[in-house]
């Protein structure tokens, strides 16, 4: 079955850096695009970044982009979140998700990692 | 961005009520609508895809309806583990946008 399991959240100050993993297991990983989704406490959900299933595109939020960076490696099946010039309003749970459709970006999310919570 | 308004932001209903959740898209988006169910402390879990498909293993009393820029998401009879939040997706166009979620709890 689909496992998507998230990494490397914790406390950091304002100003510094962060790297989020998220191991992906039970279906062919170099065939879909993922994505980064957050949400902040008690608000909604927040779409951050996605990254194609060969690793060439890459999209990032207005809120995100320039500070952070979402790479892949399909060697250890493993999606990854750079996150630079942290800002108290990145304090978020960070959700990895994997796209809705193979190899195509469908830009919905059908499999979801339980989120890991960053706070700046 | 395409704004998507859910209505209403929260509701309560009883055990059994039909309940119905709207989401309005600022612009078409054909059917590229998804629903999502999060309960507290939980990751959020998609219940239908394209704006009327069920997703594999979600009980058949939620159905989705709609095209272009009015969508609903309905619960035909509403079970004790039904109550939770729920938000639609657009996916038509970057960035994917989510409505800002409806609460439904217990009257």
């Known amino acids: 079955q689909v496992q998507l399991v998230e990494s490397g959240g914790g406390v950091v100050q304002p100003g510094r850096s962060l790297r989020l993993s998220c191991a992906a297991s039970?279906?062919?990983?170099?065939?879909?695009?993922m994505h980064w989704v957050r949400q902040a406490p008690g608000k909604g959900l927040e779409w951050v970044a996605v990254?194609?299933?060969?690793?060439?595109?890459?999209y990032y939020a207005d809120s995100v982009k320039g500070r952070f960076t979402i790479s892949r490696d399909k060697s250890k099946n493993t999606l990854h979140l750079q996150m630079n010039s942290l800002r108290a309003e990145d304090t978020a749970v960070y959700y990895c998700?994997?796209?809705?459709?193979?190899?195509?970006?469908?830009?919905?999310?059908?499999?979801w990692g339980q989120g890991t919570l960053v706070t700046v | 961005d395409i704004q998507m308004t859910q209505s209403p932001s929260s509701l309560s209903a009883s055990v059994g009520d039909r309940v119905i959740i709207t989401c309005r898209a600022s612009?078409?988006?054909?059917?590229?609508l998804g629903w999502y169910q999060q309960k507290p402390g939980k990751a959020p879990k998609r219940l239908i895809y394209?704006?009327?498909n069920l997703q594999s293993g979600v009980p058949s009393r939620f159905s989705g309806s709609g095209s272009g820029t009015e969508f609903t998401l309905t619960i035909s009879s509403l079970q004790p583990e039904d109550f939770a939040t729920y938000y639609c997706?657009?996916?038509?166009?970057?960035?994917?946008?989510f409505g800002q979620g409806t609460k439904v709890d217990i009257k």
């Open positions: 612009q078409g988006i054909t059917n590229d």
């Open positions: 998700a994997r796209d809705g459709r193979v190899v195509t970006l469908n830009l919905s999310f059908d499999y």
């Open positions: 990254i194609s299933h060969d690793g060439r595109n890459k």
């Open positions: 394209a704006a009327s």
């Open positions: 039970g279906f062919t990983f170099s065939s879909y695009g």
């Open positions: 997706l657009q996916h038509n166009s970057y960035p994917p946008t």
